[in-house]
T-cell receptor, first 109, second 112 residues
Framework: GQQVMQIPQYQHVQEGEDFTTYCNSS?????IQWYKQRPGGHPVFLIQ?????EVKKQKRLTFQFGEAKKNSSLHITATQTTDVGTYFC?????????FGAGTTVTVRA | DTAVSQTPKYLVTQMGNDKSIKCEQN?????MYWYKQDSKKFLKIMFS???????INETVPNRFSPKSPDKAHLNLHINSLELGDSAVYFC???????????FGSGTRLTVV
C-alpha cells in the first residue's frame, strides 16, 4: 500500500533561521496536503498542492510539489516561536489520507 | 460555532470498561473519519464514512464500533478497553475523501 515518509523527524531551529522538511510517497499522488499541529492541539489544514511542480506561498511558508508528484517540501524562512509544532504531509489513497510521521519543530529564542 | 466538535475531551477509565466518544460536524461535509494518534504523534486511519456508509475499516479490532446516525455525526464505541488503547482519538470531516480535512480537538483516552 501507499507509504508517505517525512524527514527529518525533529528539527531544532534557532529563531530567525530557515529550515525545510521533506515528504516522499511510494506512489504518485493526486494531491499533497500539509497540516500543522501545535503542542496539545489538533492538526490544522494548511494547504493542498495539485499540479506537478506547483509552488505555493503562505507568508514565510513555501510549499512545493515535485514534478513526478511523489514528493513535496515545506520551507519556512525566518523561523519564529509561533512556528513551533508538528508539520504533517498527507496524500489521499482509497477514501482516506495517509499521513507522514511528521516533523516536530522546536525553536530556540 | 465549532466546525467539528468531539466529546469528551479527556477520558480516564479502567481496563475492561466500555466507553463512547461522540463527534458532530456542522460543515455539511459528506465524509467523516476516526484517526488514532499514538504517543509518537503518528496519525493512523481507523474508519472512514461517506454519507453514513462505512467505507474503510482499517484492520481495527472489533472492540471498536463506529456508528453514523446521519452524515453530520460519527460516534465511536469501544468495548473492553485495554492499556494499548490509550491514545488521542481525532474525528475529522471533509467534503470529499481527497480534499483537506477539518479535525476535531481530539479525545485523550487514558486506560489505567
Amino acid at each position: 500500500g501507499q507509504q508517505v515518509m517525512q524527514i527529518p523527524q525533529y528539527q531544532h531551529v534557532q529563531e530567525g533561521e530557515d529550515f525545510t522538511t521533506y515528504c516522499n510517497s511510494s506512489t504518485t499522488l493526486s494531491n499533497i496536503q500539509w497540516y500543522k499541529q501545535r503542542p496539545g492541539g489538533h492538526p490544522v489544514f494548511l494547504i493542498q498542492l495539485v499540479k506537478s511542480g506547483e509552488v505555493k506561498k503562505q507568508k514565510r511558508l513555501t510549499f512545493q510539489f515535485g514534478e513526478a508528484k511523489k514528493n513535496s517540501s515545506l520551507h519556512i524562512t525566518a523561523t519564529q516561536t509561533t512556528d513551533v509544532g508538528t508539520y504533517f504531509c498527507a496524500g489521499p489513497n482509497d477514501y482516506k489520507l495517509s499521513f507522514g510521521a511528521g516533523t516536530t519543530v522546536t525553536v530556540r529564542a | 460555532d465549532t466546525a467539528v466538535s468531539q466529546t469528551p475531551k479527556y477520558l480516564v477509565t479502567q481496563m475492561g470498561n466500555d466507553k463512547s466518544i461522540k463527534c458532530e460536524q456542522n460543515l455539511g461535509h459528506d465524509t467523516m473519519y476516526w484517526y488514532k494518534q499514538d504517543s509518537k504523534k503518528f496519525l493512523k486511519i481507523m474508519f472512514s464514512y461517506n454519507n453514513k456508509e462505512l467505507i474503510i475499516n482499517e484492520t481495527v479490532p472489533n472492540r471498536f464500533s463506529p456508528k453514523s446516525p446521519d452524515k453530520a455525526h460519527l460516534n465511536l464505541h469501544i468495548n473492553s478497553l485495554e492499556l494499548g488503547d490509550s491514545a488521542v482519538y481525532f474525528c475529522a470531516s471533509s467534503p470529499t475523501s481527497t480534499y483537506g480535512y477539518t479535525f476535531g480537538s481530539g479525545t485523550r483516552l487514558t486506560v489505567v
